[in-house]
């Protein structure tokens, strides 16, 4: 079965800083991996997604990083900005026998000024 | 206009009542999914349909059912809601000609209660 952890569950920081959010996964057959942003009470909204052929992707401030071998992913977001906070979602597609998309619980992102 | 709407946004219920979540897509995706978030658990796979005459159960379909009326829209059906129905319901659309990729987009969310 394919389990998705994401740590730290919950992170704070000053506004600038660079920070980095990391994404586990138990099976590494999987078809791609997704990084989502979730504002409070709101829907999900894709920020990246990596292929399993691909060790990267960038978009803007945020690179997401995969490494299958060992079941990883970072997102990093540069020059944080109070607008980043919210919870950031990874989910994989694929792996533990399903071809269905299994979520992380998430990290909740603090930015401030 | 979003691509992926739901309705309603927030419906407060009684126990015992039939409950119907609609969703309704503008971006021409064949694939449509229905889960649930519950505070600690993350996003669960309810439903989902690949096409308008494919249905499928997912991690956690026990209590629901769902019909998929045309390629743009897919329902969520509670016959009959308990309290531990009350959740927040995403639907989900993605597209298999990009299968490979097989990103997938969402609505905005029906924060449904149950007492």
């Known amino acids: 079965k394919q389990e998705v952890t994401q740590i730290p569950a919950a992170l704070s920081v000053p506004e600038g800083e660079n920070l980095v959010l990391n994404c586990s996964f138990t099976d590494s057959a999987i078809y791609n991996l997704q990084w989502f942003r979730q504002d409070p009470g709101k829907g999900l909204t894709s920020l990246l997604l990596?292929?399993?052929?691909?060790r990267e992707q960038t978009s803007g401030r945020l690179n997401a990083s995969l490494d299958k071998s060992s079941g990883r992913s970072t997102l990093y977001i540069a020059a944080s900005q109070p607008g980043d906070s919210a919870t950031y979602l990874c989910a994989v597609l694929g792996g533990g026998n399903t071809d269905k998309l299994i979520f992380g619980t998430g990290t909740r992102l603090q930015v401030f000024p | 206009d979003a691509d992926v709407t739901q309705t309603p946004r927030n419906r407060i219920t009684k126990t015992g009542k039939r409950i119907m979540l609609e969703c309704s897509q503008t971006k021409g995706h064949d694939r449509m999914y229905w889960y649930r978030q519950d505070p600690g658990l993350g996003l669960r796979l309810i439903y989902y349909s690949f096409d308008v005459k494919d249905i499928n159960k997912g991690e956690i379909s026990d209590g629901y059912s769902v019909s998929r009326q045309a390629q743009a829209k897919f329902s969520l059906s509670l016959e009959s809601a308990i309290p531990n129905q009350t959740a927040l319901y995403f639907c989900a659309t993605s597209d298999s000609s990009r299968a490979f990729q097989n990103e997938q987009f969402f609505g905005p969310g029906t924060r449904l209660t149950v007492l």
């Open positions: 990596i292929q399993s052929s691909q």
